[in-house]
């Protein structure tokens, strides 16, 4: 990863307490070094080689630090393999449909495993671009204006003029979204879409800089820049091929860089993102932000924007992978009715 990086905050650097941006700071504490860990891998979606590579990763970074770690590939058998290998908890690898979208969350409730990352409730909000849009205007966060066309029966409609970009309704890594500024090309970009979904948001185009928050406990460890070379929209290819993209860390953005981070801290307590995210954003040449997205399962590979603010931020990768595994829960509380008696 091409990183033009600032300053540092100072901080301890060994593996009980690491410092974090914002005043934040982090210790590791190894609740679970006793555990089998299952670091689940691949899935079910179209991100499968993307969570491949940080479920690799993770796992590699956790047996650097001791830990028994179970690779599973996961299917639709993850149930059966969990309980087979004897695993007790869950560090979630995947991206995507049945990974980042609350499936793989409720059935780990269900079974009784701890595991990281966002809850069944936060997982399924983020991940749906709509409904997560509907929370946070509600919540008084700015968005792109957008609409969404429901089903392949709904009109061809548009928020605003051209241009505009088009999105499957549940879907990360890009895939599936087209950046149209001609009328011809609309009809072709919504088909694409819809290849990925059966429901199609449309949003206004907000030119100028991409940028993206890494938080962790609520505390945004820092904002970064990402800039496509040669390109003007972050596709798949351009994401996650190295050299393809230029990264500002800390994002260039003046006396706008603070109110970028409470911005992105406001979005995910919003859509109830838990112990970590990334929120996306677009900024104006005028300094206004608006809220693309909250990925409650950001990558954890080599080419991983969250990593990178991470470690700008005093969180080295392995320290980073056992913090999120300290924090590996259940969210669903148990309750029984108490019978009075007669």
Known sequence: MNVATGSSPEGARDRGEVASARGGRFRVEGRHRSAVVG???GGLSSEREIATRSARAVGGALRSRGYRVEEIDVGRDVAIE??????????????????????????????????????????????????????????GLPVAPGVLLHGDRSPLKLPCDLPVVVKPRGEGS?????????????????????????????????????????????????????????????TYEVKYTPGREQFLLPAPLGDRYEPVLDLSVATHRALFAGSYSRVDLRVREDGQAFVLECNTLPGLHELGWFTAMAAHAGLQF?????????????????????ETPR
Not at 88 to 111: A, S, T
Not at 192 to 204: H, K, P, S, T
Not at 323 to 338: H, K, Y
Request: charged fraction near 25%; charge should be negative; proline fraction near 3%.
């Open 318 to 338: 392995p320290d980073l992978v056992e913090i999120l595994l300290d924090r590996a829960q259940l969210g669903v509380r148990e309750t029984r009715r108490e």
């Open 39 to 41: 670091v689940l891998s």
């Open 174 to 234: 890009t895939n599936g979204v087209s950046l149209v500024r001609k009328a011809a090309d609309l009809e072709g970009a919504v088909a694409l879409a819809r290849r990925y979904d059966g429901d199609v948001l449309i949003e206004q185009y907000i030119p100028g800089r991409e940028v993206t928050v890494a938080i962790l406990d609520d505390v945004a460890l820092a904002a970064m820049e990402v800039v496509p070379l040669g390109e003007e929209f972050h």
């Open 82 to 139: 969990l309980t087979r290998r004897g695993v007790e908890v869950v560090f979630i690898g995947l991206h995507g449909r049945y990974g980042e979208d609350g499936c793989i969350q409720g059935l780990l409730e269900m079974l009784g495993l701890p595991y990281t990352g966002t809850g069944v409730l936060g997982s399924a909000l983020a991940m749906d671009k709509w409904a997560s849009r509907q929370v946070l205007t509600a919540s």
